[in-house]
Nanobody, 116 residues
Framework: QVQLVESGGGLVQAGGSLRLSCVAS????????MGWYRQASGKQRELVAG???????NYADSVKGRFTISRDNSKNTLYLQMNSLKHEDTAVYYC??????????WGQGIQVTVSS
């Protein structure tokens, strides 16, 4: 069973930065893709950024130019560098990993709060 553990969240002022980390219990090179999702209070979970095994990335329009997703295979870790944070980035952020065609794994989620 794959386990994903997020860290790095917290409270930050608008305009500030945070870096989220997601450590996997196994080798992340096995995953087809990994990504970060977020869910704000009263809203649906949405994709923030994704990265494929080959290194291709995609971002939600709302975070393009501010967030950067990356991975360190040697550390089995996925990152999300978040700069120029806005109040509307406040949400619970989840790490996701996709294995094969049908298996999805999720972290427990971590709170990011941006004060305006």
């Amino acid at each position: 069973q794959v386990q994903l553990v997020e860290s790095g969240g917290g409270l930050v002022q608008a305009g500030g930065s945070l870096r989220l980390s997601c450590v996997a219990s196994g080798s992340i090179v096995l995953f087809n893709a990994m990504g970060w999702y977020r869910q704000a209070s009263g809203k649906q979970r949405e994709l923030v950024a994704g990265i494929t095994r080959g290194g291709g990335t995609n971002y939600a329009d709302s975070v393009k130019g501010r967030f950067t997703i990356s991975r360190d295979n040697s550390k089995n870790t996925l990152y999300l560098q978040m700069n120029s944070l806005k109040h509307e980035d406040t949400a619970v952020y989840y790490c996701n990993a996709k294995l094969g065609v049908s298996r999805d794994y999720w972290g427990q989620g971590i709170q990011v709060t941006v004060s305006s």
